[in-house]
């Protein structure tokens, strides 16, 4: 189980991943399809968002995959925060394909991003849930992470917020 980067080579799990998805808004936002022409144009926009492009900040978009070169989940790592991330969006955002839910893996996925926070050189990493999403609260406790104050989003959804410091182990 590692980590990859996007790239041509994952079209097609990408696509797979994105139709198991259904019409519900994807998760990490940066990982949606819709809208491109194309795969290569999807990552040329990528590649320009995680530079830091327009309102975008800095990021890194990672898959997590396994040895039969199935996509299992998604996240992207923000390498700073802005108002709107620090009072809702945090620095993570993930999600796991449907059909590989409860076995681990965002647990998994949070625990590797958190290593590649520290290459970035964050220290304290916030990460949030919608106040009813318990398998991301749960994802994020399992973790490390200690609860700050909510905030209640423009469409009244309440964002819990926690912190995880980021440790040398
Ligand atoms: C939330 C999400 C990432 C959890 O992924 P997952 O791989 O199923 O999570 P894990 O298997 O690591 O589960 C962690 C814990 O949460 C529990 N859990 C997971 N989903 C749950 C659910 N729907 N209801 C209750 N508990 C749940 C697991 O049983 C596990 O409990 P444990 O630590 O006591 O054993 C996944 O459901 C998902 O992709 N949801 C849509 C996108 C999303 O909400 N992303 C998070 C944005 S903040």
């Not at 390498?79 to 796991?96: A, W």
């Not at 998994?108 to 609260?137: F, H, M, R, Y």
Request: net charge negative; aromatic share 10%; glycine share 8%.
């Amino acid at each position: 189980m590692e980590f990859v980067r996007p790239s041509i080579e994952w079209e097609r799990e990408h696509r797979e991943y994105v139709e198991e998805w259904g019409p519900a808004r994807m998760v990490p936002s940066s990982f949606d399809l819709a809208g491109f022409e194309s795969y290569e144009m999807y990552l040329e926009a990528l590649t320009k968002r995680e530079n830091g492009h327009g309102k975008w900040l800095p990021c890194t978009n990672y898959f997590l995959v396994n040895e039969n070169h199935r996509i299992l989940g998604m996240v992207d790592i923000s390498h700073e925060l802005n108002d709107f991330l620090f009072r809702f969006g945090g620095h993570i955002g993930y999600s796991v394909r449907p059909p590989e839910r409860r076995k681990g893996y965002a647990t998994l996925i949070l625990k590797l991003a958190l290593a590649k926070c520290k290459d970035i050189g964050i220290n304290e990493c916030l990460v949030t849930c919608d106040e009813d999403n318990i398998g991301s609260a749960k994802v994020i406790l399992n973790n490390g992470g200690i609860e700050d104050q909510s905030e209640t989003d423009i469409d009244g959804i309440v964002k819990r917020r926690f912190w995880i410091k980021i440790t040398n182990s």
